[in-house]
């Protein structure tokens, strides 16, 4: 097949861990690679963001990206993008009547109205991953939302108008369901994990303390860094790894890092905990088998990598039971799971674990199974390809899937 993914904002070539640079790259990147080792060509289309960049990079055999322009050639915060989806999707537009895809899968709200726009009049069925629904954001982060206001009603237009929503986490249908999306529009597939880079057999970084607790992720307050920072008083000679935001020598220009470092302060345990900054991917693994746990504890979680990466790497999670994370993580098994924003519960959770060797070994090597077996990316791959095939089959020849869907791109 002649795949076309389209991420706006996410361009699967930048390291996670920046502002509006994380588990979405990752999964697009990973997710176009393990399509074209299944000898389908792919090209992601992305916004050209910065002036110098080159239009057209490699990323695999048989995957390309595609930068196309749409506003100034400069980062804009991904809120800020919507005025110019239109012409993000005028260029899509052109580029698939040139030639046009067997089908189009569009990555979060606002490269599904682009790819909406771009397939108008082209017999080519159009898949959409949202990555996040702008119900649970707003539901979660209340006045402190900075999507669009357009946003909700959006994605349910554009869920009713694609021909299939890709779900990553069973929540997830529940939430669509909420937003009236019928059940038979929904499939389920997961995120997935290079289990071939993250594994439990290789380097770990070093480390002083008898316990580490470590944390991976973008510096955003809806990942519930703070949580974690207060419970530390709970968890003597135990240190926190906080890993993710920009370059170490740059945190300091970065507010959510002032306020976490504040609070550690504040709790008495600043020399406890460590901001690494960002840190690459070839360094993670060791970093993650450094930990005796890693915690995840956001708000809300559409599906969460880490822990899946955790797992891979035979070490046990504590996370917050919301989203995916109560698809990935099986409590008393791979991990424990526990209320959110709760310090004690946490504390008691990780505690049990930091205590407990023979524990953290079973979970660890319960994780790693569950993570080669249900999460490797081209198990993923194949399971999209099922939802792709389906799409195809089910689009005669001649017709026009296109026709009479294009939303008002950018309008209520």
């Keep these: 097949m002649r795949i076309a993914m389209v991420s706006e904002h996410a361009d699967p070539t930048a390291a996670p861990g920046g502002e509006d640079a994380g588990g979405q790259n990752v999964h697009v990147a990973a997710l176009a690679k393990a399509l074209g080792a299944r000898d389908h060509t792919v090209v992601v289309y992305t916004r050209l963001a910065h002036p110098d960049a080159e239009p057209v990079v490699g990323l695999a ?26 012409e993000f999707g ?45 119900s649970v954001k707003a539901r979660h982060q209340g006045a402190k939302d900075t999507s669009p206001p357009e946003r909700i009603d959006a994605e349910r237009r554009i869920a009713l108008a694609c021909d299939q929503v890709i ?72 240190e926190l790894v906080v890993a993710g935001g920009p370059e170490r020598d740059l945190l300091g220009g970065d507010a959510e890092y002032r306020r976490l470092r504040d ?60 989203g995916g994370l109560t698809d990935s993580v099986v409590h008393g098994t791979t991990g424990l799971l526990i209320p959110g924003r709760d310090p004690a519960a946490l504390a008691a959770a ?27 990316w081209p198990r993923v791959a194949a399971q999209t390809e099922s939802v792709y095939l389906r799409l195809g089959a089910g689009v005669p020849p001649g017709r026009d899937t296109g026709h009479g869907r294009s939303l008002a791109v950018g309008a209520p």
């Design 61 to 86: 055999p048989g995957v390309a990206v595609h930068r196309l322009p749409a506003g100034p050639a400069a980062p804009l915060p991904k809120d800020e993008l919507l005025p110019h989806m239109p």
């Design 90 to 134: 005028a260029a899509l537009g052109r580029a698939w009547t040139r030639r046009p895809p067997d089908l189009v899968h569009a990555h979060f709200w606002m490269s599904g109205l682009a790819s909406l726009q771009g397939a108008t009049g082209l017999p080519v069925p159009v898949a959409q991953t949202f990555h996040a629904l702008g």
């Design 167 to 238: 779900a990553t986490c069973h929540d997830e249908v529940r939430e669509l369901g909420q937003l009236g999306i019928p059940a038979d529009k929904v499939s389920v597939v997961p995120c997935g994990v290079d289990t071939g880079t993250f594994w439990p057999f290789g380097v770990a970084a070093p480390r002083n303390s008898p316990g580490r607790l470590l944390t991976l992720g973008r510096l955003v307050e809806r990942k519930g860094i703070d949580t974690v920072i207060d419970a530390l008083p709970l968890l003597p000679r135990t």
């Design 263 to 322: 609070l550690a302060r504040a709790r008495g345990v600043a020399d406890r905990v460590l901001f690494t900054g960002a840190v690459p991917r070839t360094q993670v693994p060791a970093l993650i088998r450094s930990a005796d746990v890693v915690v995840c504890t956001p708000w809300y979680e559409p599906f969460g990598i880490t822990p899946l990466e955790a797992m891979a790497c035979g070490v046990p999670v504590v996370a917050s039971a919301v």
């Design 350 to 376: 990780a505690g049990t674990l930091l205590a407990d060797p023979a524990m953290r070994a079973a979970f660890g090597a319960a994780g790693a199974r569950r993570a080669r077996r249900w999460y490797s």
